[in-house]
């Protein structure tokens, strides 16, 4: 088992620029997870799907943010444009609804935003 | 919004001692506590849990304490080791049917010295 894959591994930009962060969940698990993590506010939840369909999306921030997860293997997700706060570290997570509370961490995508 | 309060927010121990991190949550329908483990540059990964339904788990050098009438729940690990050395957060369901949606703590990062 892979786990969670996630690209790109890092991400330097400029303000003003589209970013897209990928994540392929483990194969079978119904629940993806996108979070950010900062030394300010910690590891916040930003969006979650269940079979594909977002559940709750009341942690992105604004609409700058958005989410997709066109099939069981693949997410996306987009910020656009791009601001220095944005930078993070962004986490795609997995997990099976047979196993509540128990989700599988990619290694996340480093953002940072000049 | 419901939170997981976690303290302290750091905490350095001498090899072999005992570190013992805490974290209290507000009214939740709750069904299982896991503790997850985060090396740096890498993401979070479960590293043990606890049902509400006992007052203690153990694996290992670490241990989950639970208090249900206090709302409280502990972890601690024996021995510890410059390996241990990492962040942990605790973290807990929001609402049982919101599919494994969790809620984590702030972080406690642990330093253990040789």
């Known amino acids: 088992d892979a786990g969670v894959i996630q690209s790109p591994r890092h991400e330097v930009t400029e303000m003003g620029q589209e970013v897209t962060l990928r994540c392929k969940p483990i194969s079978g698990h119904d629940y993806l997870f996108w979070y950010r993590q900062t030394m300010m506010r910690g590891l916040e939840l930003l969006i979650y799907f269940n079979n594909n369909v977002p559940i709750d999306d009341s942690g992105m921030p604004e609409d700058r943010f958005s989410a997709k997860m066109p099939n069981a293997s693949f997410s996306t997700l987009k910020i656009q444009p791009s601001e220095p706060r944005d930078s993070a570290v962004y986490f795609c997570?997995?997990?099976?609804?047979?196993?509540?509370?128990?989700?599988?961490f990619g290694p996340g995508t480093r953002l940072l935003v000049l | 919004q419901q939170q997981v309060k976690q303290s302290p927010q750091s905490l350095i121990v001498q090899k072999g001692g005992i570190s013992i991190i805490n974290c209290a949550y507000e009214n939740t329908a709750f069904d299982y506590f896991p503790w997850y483990q985060q090396f740096p540059g890498k993401g979070p990964a479960l590293l043990i849990a606890?049902?509400?339904?006992?007052s203690e788990k153990k694996e290992g050098r670490f241990t989950i304490s639970f208090n249900k009438s206090a709302k409280q729940f502990s972890l601690h690990i024996m021995d510890s080791q410059p390996g241990d050395s990492a962040t942990y957060f605790c973290a807990a369901p929001l609402i049982y049917n919101q599919g494994g949606k969790l809620i984590f703590g702030q972080g406690t990062e642990l330093s253990v010295k040789p």
């Open positions: 606890i049902r509400p339904d006992v």
């Open positions: 997570a997995s997990s099976s609804g047979t196993r509540i509370g128990t989700q599988y």
